[in-house]
């Protein structure tokens, strides 16, 4: 069964940090590319970073660069967000998409094959 599991969010103060995790089961995680989503209230889910399984790429939505780090862990089949000072606009649901032995070239939502049940951020003092 393929399944994309986050894990990692929660409730921290402005200025803080978080690391998210996207365990990938199945023959999901290998040359495919994978993805982080969030979408804040009341707006639309928009792309965060991504990486490329096989290739190592990575790229980062413009506006997230500097703050967000996307890394992964081949042998655990997992992909990281890890997420520094940390903001209230970042407060979001934020999800794991995966490009199944595809190409990482957008955040382009209907190319993401699977998706994640999403992890909640919430950044408040």
């Known amino acids: 069964q393929v399944q994309l599991v986050e894990s990692g969010g929660g409730s921290v103060q402005p200025g803080g940090s978080l690391t998210l995790s996207c365990a990938a089961s199945?023959?999901?995680?290998?040359?495919?590319?994978l993805a982080w989503f969030r979408q804040r209230p009341g707006a639309k889910r928009e792309g965060v970073a991504r990486?490329?399984?096989?290739?190592?790429?990575?790229y980062y939505y413009p506006s997230m660069k500097g703050r967000f780090t996307i890394s992964r862990d081949s042998a655990k089949n997992t992909v990281y967000l890890g997420m520094n000072s940390l903001k209230p606009e970042d407060t979001a649901v934020y999800y794991c998409?995966?490009?199944?032995?595809?190409?990482?070239?957008?955040?382009?939502?209907?190319?993401?094959?699977?998706w994640g049940q999403g992890t909640q951020v919430t950044v408040s003092s």
């Open positions: 199945g023959d999901i995680y290998n040359g495919s590319c």
């Open positions: 998409a995966a490009r199944w032995r595809g190409v990482c070239s957008s955040f382009y939502e209907p190319d993401y094959n699977y």
């Open positions: 990486t490329h399984t096989g290739s190592g790429s990575i």
